[in-house]
Every structure is written in structure tokens, then in C-alpha cells.
């Protein structure tokens, strides 16, 4: 059963979110002050973060970077505001994916289930550049040094790096690694591309392996 | 042609160009005629003066050679004419000195000049210095007769010169002439110097005053530029942008009034920058603190909704109205933030070069599932270039547009059309249902507005649609417009410019069909004149 954190400060609304997490079948925690977050997260190790921006305490992105620089927990951001720069903050923070209050709880759900659901890992070694990827160790190496990549990072390079042929749109990329159906924010895309490349490009402003293929998305390098 | 369309232009847009050709034409021809009448004045003063001088001094000269000759032709032992002659003439060289007062000459007049009689002059004087018009006159009358004329001397000389004429009777021979040569050289060079020295003041008084207003056109137009080129960069938004004042006059006063107008201005823009900020984070609070109550009831009316079975009857009817109500609640809010964005001027474009064709494929995709309930078929036909827009604005508008459009198109197949010029592109999009009333086509786009009361309530409209899509097209410094008439259907035309946010006068495609698209030409026309009218009364 995957444990859900629900970092919000609205009390209502977490226990809603509670009836209908145990509904889906999952174990809901809760932490209602963003300067506790970080000691729950230690102690309960839960598999996903559902964070709301507006938090009493540290705000949402500051709690993001926190869990952020020392688990790559995913991480699904609640956020009232439709603004361009909050998600665009949320996002580059660390947080994985993002939904917009009001949401339907089915939308909700989905993208938990989403951001959970590993891939059938097959044993298979992938080279992409001068890097390796270990599908089943979920690892990343570069002259047998591992590279970290948070869960959705690695599906990101690994999306890339199994058609190295193919160039991505990003609306395939959200189709393919963020399981959406339905068109969304191409903004996601962006961003978790950019963190991509900080981690395993050598010179993220020339990059080798994330290459960029203008006005059509992305596709893997040489 | 090439340089006159050129010159048209600098003369159309040089200021000081203008002045210094019109300082320069005016003085030109001022100059000109002053001078003109001064050299006129002096050199006729001049000529006068000489011209009674020789005359007088002639007079007596010729009295004297008359009596000359009469001594001469009445002594002993009557001499021959030529020698009559000589004596005269030699008495008159005498007479003119060595200076060259005049020179002579004696000629025996027109009427016995054949004989042979002898003739003489003095200093190689060539006899046709003397026109013959004055050499028949000098011999009929017996007074003197003066005229200017050209000397010319036999060995090619010739100088202006006056010739004063009389008769000399000699007895038994008959009438002579008597024509004294006053050369008028020295006059002439002194009009000569009088002359080039006028042109050479006026020429130097015209560049001197081309000069004088070269400079003053400058230092009246260098603050008046540096006044324009502050206004432009305040057009900018550099608000700041004032121009230093010095002195107190008329310039100073457009300076210092420059800068209070731009003082106030950059107050104003500050009031309502800082009403725009308040307004923009009231909407944001707002936004937050309505939101999440909103999740919760509407997570809390989906769980009542999905196990809506478990209840009887009405209770489970009423966890479906609870459920479909919220939604509708919910569209309501996001669209009046939207609008009161747009009210607080906080809506900002994002934009990317996007083809408008598959723009309207995907809204018309993304809406497969009404249209397909409406069984409506989109009819897509043009094509435009690549243009920049906000994506997600202009795919809410079509959105708008054709959902609108299968919603009163009856199920008659949806025509888009696409169109553009040099300017614009335009989106026309028809249906064929019963067709907006007269009048109503400007209503549409009114907040709430609806065409009937009654029936749209039932599905499911806002009345905020058209006034948002109106919103984001004017955000992009395009606009929508409507054209309806009964039982020929309703057609809405958007119209984008081609570079995002520059203004656009005209759509690529024509609004209406036929005459009635006509009529509506000449009613806007006339509206547009009219509140020009209005305008120009306040």
C-alpha cells in the first residue's frame, strides 16, 4: 500500500483528501505546517508528496527543495493559482508534476497513479551518449560513476534514450512519462528538461545528450 | 522625378530647411532689387552730371569753331576749303587739350558729302562712330543734338561715349557737321566698380543672413528636438525622461511645462500601476481562498456522486445536481477571475509562433465529443501563415467560437474559414442555424448576454464566453466581430495581426454575405463618423 503525504494547511481539505485517498486505497499522512514537512517526510518515508504552495510555516517551494535535495520521492504540487510563475517556481523547485485547485478527485488519482506506477522492468542496458543506463537498478552511470536522477528524470532520459531515432514532442513526452491524456501545461516539459540536463550534461547551455530539435521538442543525443 | 520626390520629402520634414530655402529666396530677391535701383540711381547721377558738362562745354566749342571758320573763309586771299577745315579742327584739339576731352569729327553733311569734299578727326576717330540717323538730323536743324554712341577708332578701339552734333555753315561750300566725341570710359569703369561692389555686399548680406538664420533656427529648434525626443522616450516608458530648463523664455516655458506634464503622467501611470497591483492581488486572493474551499465540496459532492446508487431516489438526484452545479460553479469562477485579470489590465500574453490551421484542427479535435453529440461537421478551407500568438488564448476563442457555432448551428455543417493579408490573418466562423436577430450582433459580447433568456440556461453557457474571447483577441490588438441575419446564420470573424500587438485597421476576410454585409459597411462608416462627430464637439 503506497503512502501518501499530504503537506496542506487547509483542514478540510486534507481530510477529504484522506476519504478519498483510502478510497483509492492508499495510506494518507498528513502535516498541516510546512516547518514540520521536512521531519515527517524523514519519519514516515511515505512514496509521494502532495504539497500545497500556500503553507503557514516555510512555503510549499522551500519545503519542495528540502525533501527535494535529499529523496527523489515524487513530489505533486497543489496550487490555487493558475499564475505562469508560481507553477513555473513549484516546478524548478523539484516538484515533479502540478494540478490546479479545483481538481476532480478521479484527476487527482490519476496522476498519483501516474507519478507511482513503475515501469515493467525488463533487464536491459541502455548507452545513450557516454552514459549507461541500468533500467532495473534505476541508475544512471558516467565512467562508472552514478549519477542521481529523481524516478521522473531517469523515465524522462530513458524515454529518450530508447528510441535515440525519435524526436519527441513535448505533448508525446507527456503522454509517454507523465501519463496524461489529455493535452496539458508543455511548460512541465521544459523545466524538467532543463533539470534533466544540469544533472548529466557536461555543458547544459551545449547540450550532448538532451539535444533540442527547434519548433518540434526533443530527441536523444548523438 | 527621383530627386524632387526626395527633395519633397526633406522639404516636408526639415523645419529649418524650410526657413533657411525661404530666408534665402526672399533675401535673394530683395537684395536683388535693391541693388538693381541703387546701380540705376548712381550711374544715372553719373551720366547726368557728365552729360551737361560735355553738352555746355560742346555749346562753346562749337560757337568757337563756327567763328573759327568764318575768320578763316573771310581773310585775304580766300584759302581753299580744306584748309578752312583744318584750322577748325586743329582750333577744337586745341581746345580738348591733351587729356582727350573729346575727340572730333568735321563731316560735310549727307546732302554734298559725294563731291569730295575734305572731311576730318581727330585721334583715328573712324567716321561711323556717328550714326547716319544723327548725321541727317545734325544737318536739318541748327540747334545742338547729343546722343550716346559707341567710338570706334580706326585701329579697333572702341569705347561708349557721348556725340554732341551741330551744324557749321561754310560759306559757298554749304553744311557742314560738327560732331564732338565725349568717350565715356572713365564713367563707365566707375559704374563697373559701383556695380560689383553692390553684387559682392549682396551676396555677402545674403549669406550673412542665411547664416544668422541657420543659427537661430538652430537654437530655438535644439531644445524643441531634445523637448521631442524626451517625449518620444516617455512614450518608451522611460518615465523619468525630463529636459533640463534654462532661462525664462518661451523655450524655457515648453521645457518646464514639458516636465510637468511628464511629472504628472508618471503619477498617474504610478496610481495606476499601483491599482493594478492591488487589484491583481485581491484577484489572486480571492482566487486562493475561494479554490480551496471549492476542492473540498467539490472532492466531497464526487464521492456523494459516485455512490449515488446507495440512495433513494431523490437523494441520489440530488448528489447528481450537487455534482453538476459545482462544476458549473466552478466555470462561472475561473471565467470571472479571468475577466476581472482582464479588468485590472494583469492579463499578459505568452507568445509562440504558431500555425493558425492547426490551432483550429486541434480545438475542433479537442472538442470532438460535442460536435460529435451535435453531429455538426467542421468544414475548415484557407490557409494563413505562421503568426505569433498566445496558443492557449486564441485555442480558447475558437473553442469558444465553435462550440458556440454547434451549439445554434441546428447541425448544418460549421464552415471555418481562413484568410490573410500583408497585415492580418482573419478566422471566420459560420453556422447555419436560425441566425442572430438585427441588432444583436454588437451584443453578443456583453457580459451575461443572452440571445434567449430561456433557453440557454438549459445549456450550460455562462454569458462570459464571448466577452473573454473578445478579451484575448484585443490582448493580441485584434478583435472580434459578429454579423447574423435571420435564417442565414451567425458568422463570427476574428482578426489577428500578423506582428503580435501592432494595431491593424482592416480583416483580410469580408464579415456578412452580399447586400446585408453591405449595409453593415455603411452603418459602421456612419457610426464611425458619427462618433467622430461626438468627439470633436467635446
Excluded at chain 1, 506506477?117 to 552511470?141: C, N, P, Q, T, Y
Excluded at chain 2, 569753331?65 to 580766300?78: E, F, I, L, W
Excluded at chain 2, 521645457?255 to 496610481?271: D, E, K, L, R, V
Excluded at chain 2, 492580418?424 to 434567449?452: C, M, Q, T, Y
Amino acid at each position: 500500500m503506497a503512502r501518501v503525504l499530504v503537506v496542506d494547511d487547509d483542514q478540510a481539505l486534507s481530510e477529504m483528501l484522506g476519504i478519498v485517498l483510502r478510497a483509492e486505497g492508499f495510506d494518507a499522512l498528513f502535516c498541516d505546517d510546512g516547518s514540520k514537512a521536512q521531519g515527517i517526510f524523514n519519519e514516515a518515508k511515505p512514496d509521494l508528496v502532495l504539497l500545497d504552495l500556500m503553507l503557514p510555516g516555510i512555503d510549499g517551494i522551500e519545503v519542495c527543495r528540502k525533501i527535494r535535495a535529499e529523496s527523489g520521492v515524487p513530489i505533486v504540487m497543489l496550487t490555487a493559482r493558475g499564475d505562469t510563475l508560481d507553477i513555473v517556481k513549484g516546478l524548478e523547485s523539484g516538484a515533479d508534476d502540478y494540478i490546479v485547485k479545483p481538481f476532480k478527485p478521479k484527476e487527482l488519482v490519476a496522476r498519483i497513479k501516474a507519478r507511482l506506477r513503475k515501469e515493467d522492468a525488463k533487464s536491459e542496458s541502455l548507452i545513450i551518449g557516454d552514459l549507461s543506463i541500468d533500467v532495473i537498478g534505476h541508475s544512471v552511470k558516467r565512467d562508472g560513476k552514478d549519477i542521481s536522477l529523481t524516478p521522473l528524470e531517469f523515465d524522462l532520459l530513458l524515454a529518450l534514450a530508447r528510441k535515440p531515432w525519435q524526436v519527441y514532442t513535448r505533448e508525446q513526452l507527456l503522454t509517454d512519462v507523465w501519463h496524461y491524456r489529455n493535452p496539458a501545461d508543455t511548460r512541465l516539459v521544459n523545466v524538467h528538461i532543463q533539470r534533466l540536463r544540469s544533472k548529466v550534461e557536461h555543458d547544459p547551455e551545449n547540450p550532448e545528450i538532451v539535444m533540442t530539435v527547434r519548433g518540434v521538442g526533443y530527441k536523444a543525443g548523438p | 522625378m527621383k530627386y524632387f520626390y526626395q527633395f519633397k520629402q526633406a522639404w516636408n520634414k526639415s523645419l529649418s530647411l524650410r526657413i533657411i530655402a525661404t530666408t534665402f529666396a526672399v533675401s535673394t530677391v530683395l537684395v536683388t532689387i535693391i541693388g538693381l535701383v541703387l546701380v540705376n540711381r548712381v550711374s544715372s547721377g553719373i551720366l547726368t552730371s557728365k552729360e551737361s558738362s560735355s553738352i555746355t562745354e560742346a555749346s562753346s566749342a562749337i560757337n568757337e569753331a563756327q567763328r573759327v571758320v568764318v575768320a578763316t573763309d573771310t581773310g585775304a586771299g580766300a584759302p581753299t576749303l580744306s584748309v578752312v577745315v583744318d584750322t577748325a579742327v586743329t582750333a577744337l584739339a586745341v581746345r580738348a587739350g591733351q587729356s582727350g576731352l573729346y575727340d572730333v569729327l568735321f563731316l560735310a553733311s549727307p546732302e554734298i558729302s559725294k563731291q569730295g569734299l575734305p572731311e576730318r578727326g581727330t585721334n583715328l576717330v573712324a567716321e561711323n562712330s556717328v550714326n547716319d540717323e544723327l548725321k541727317s538730323r545734325v544737318a536739318l536743324t541748327d540747334k545742338l543734338l547729343w546722343s550716346y554712341t559707341k567710338i570706334i577708332y580706326l585701329d579697333g578701339r572702341s569705347v561708349p561715349g557721348l556725340v554732341v552734333g551741330a551744324p557749321i555753315k561754310i560759306n559757298n561750300v554749304g553744311t557742314y557737321s560738327l560732331f564732338l566725341l565725349f568717350p565715356l570710359d572713365k564713367e563707365e569703369e566707375t559704374i563697373g566698380i559701383i556695380r560689383s561692389s553692390v553684387l559682392a555686399t549682396g551676396i555677402f548680406l545674403i549669406f550673412g543672413l542665411l547664416i544668422l538664420v541657420w543659427y537661430l533656427t538652430r537654437s530655438v529648434l535644439a531644445p524643441v528636438r531634445k523637448t521631442a525626443n524626451a517625449a518620444e522616450r516617455l512614450r518608451m516608458g522611460l518615465l523619468n525622461e525630463r529636459v533640463p530648463v534654462s532661462g525664462e523664455d518661451d523655450l524655457a516655458k515648453l521645457a518646464g511645462s514639458f516636465n510637468s506634464m511628464a511629472a504628472s503622467i508618471q503619477q498617474q501611470i504610478g496610481q495606476l500601476e499601483k491599482m493594478s497591483r492591488m487589484q491583481k492581488r485581491f484577484v489572486s486572493d480571492v482566487s486562493h481562498e475561494l479554490r480551496t474551499p471549492l476542492t473540498t465540496v467539490r472532492m466531497a459532492a464526487d464521492v456523494l456522486y459516485e455512490s449515488r446508487d446507495q440512495y433513494t431516489g431523490e437523494t441520489a438526484r440530488a448528489a447528481e445536481l450537487l455534482s453538476t452545479q459545482i462544476e458549473r460553479f466552478e466555470i462561472l469562477l475561473s471565467q470571472l477571475l479571468e475577466i476581472s485579470r482582464f479588468d485590472a489590465g494583469a492579463a499578459d500574453l505568452s507568445l509562440t509562433n504558431v500555425n493558425i490551421k492547426n490551432v483550429i484542427e486541434k480545438t475542433a479535435e479537442s472538442l470532438s465529443n460535442l460536435l460529435a453529440r451535435q453531429e455538426t461537421p467542421v468544414v475548415i478551407t484557407g490557409h494563413a501563415p505562421d503568426i505569433e500568438m498566445d496558443q492557449r488564448r486564441i485555442e480558447r476563442v475558437l473553442r469558444n467560437l465553435i462550440s458556440n457555432a454547434s451549439e445554434y448551428g441546428a447541425g448544418k455543417p460549421i464552415e471555418v474559414e481562413i484568410g490573410s493579408d500583408d497585415d492580418a490573418i482573419a478566422i471566420v466562423v459560420r453556422d447555419k442555424g436560425p441566425g442572430l436577430k438585427p441588432g444583436e450582433s454588437s451584443l453578443v459580447f456583453n457580459r451575461f448576454w443572452r440571445a434567449d433568456p430561456a433557453r440557454a440556461r438549459t445549456t450550460g453557457g455562462t454569458g462570459l464566453g464571448l466577452a473573454i474571447a473578445l478579451e484575448d483577441a484585443r490582448l493580441h490588438s485584434g478583435w472580434i466581430d459578429a454579423w447574423g441575419a435571420p435564417g442565414k446564420g451567425t458568422m463570427f470573424r476574428l482578426t489577428l495581426p500578423r506582428v503580435a500587438q501592432t494595431a491593424i485597421t482592416k480583416s483580410p476576410l469580408p464579415l456578412g454575405t452580399g447586400e446585408d454585409e453591405k449595409l453593415e459597411f455603411d452603418m459602421s462608416a456612419l457610426q464611425e463618423l458619427f462618433n467622430v462627430d461626438t468627439k470633436s464637439e467635446n
